[in-house]
């Protein structure tokens, strides 16, 4: 059975920063990328940094270069890590597995970041 446990949000600051983490259990293959993807109050669930099958990241325009996604495959980990965080940053956030292959994909729990002064 996989497991996918997402944590490290929290309240900070305007300009603060913040990392997300994605603990993976059980086994799963190597056709599966690690994403991140966010949902704010009435809004959709938005994909906001992700690996491809080649191991290439990307990045939502509102988050490119503030935002550096990461992962350690040795202890099934992965990351997010936000800097320069701003208010409209705030929303839940949450650790996706997705096989390029088969379409299975695994969500976590999310995690609130709020961003406020």
């Known amino acids: 059975q996989v497991q996918v446990k997402d944590s490290g949000g929290g309240l900070v600051q305007p300009g603060g920063s913040l990392r997300l983490s994605c603990a993976v259990s059980?086994?799963?293959?190597?056709?599966?990328?690690m994403g991140w993807y966010r949902q704010a109050p009435g809004e959709q669930r938005l994909l906001v940094a992700a690996f491809d099958r080649s191991g290439r990241t990307s990045y939502r325009d509102p988050v490119k270069g503030r935002f550096t996604i990461s992962r350690d495959n040795a202890n099934n980990m992965g990351y997010l890590q936000m800097d320069s965080l701003k208010p409209e940053d705030t929303a839940v956030y949450y650790c996706?597995?997705?096989?390029?292959?088969?379409?299975?994909?695994?969500w976590g729990q999310g995690t609130l970041v709020n961003v406020s002064s």
């Open positions: 996706n597995l997705r096989s390029w292959y088969s379409g299975l994909e695994y």
């Open positions: 059980g086994s799963i293959d190597n056709t599966f990328v």
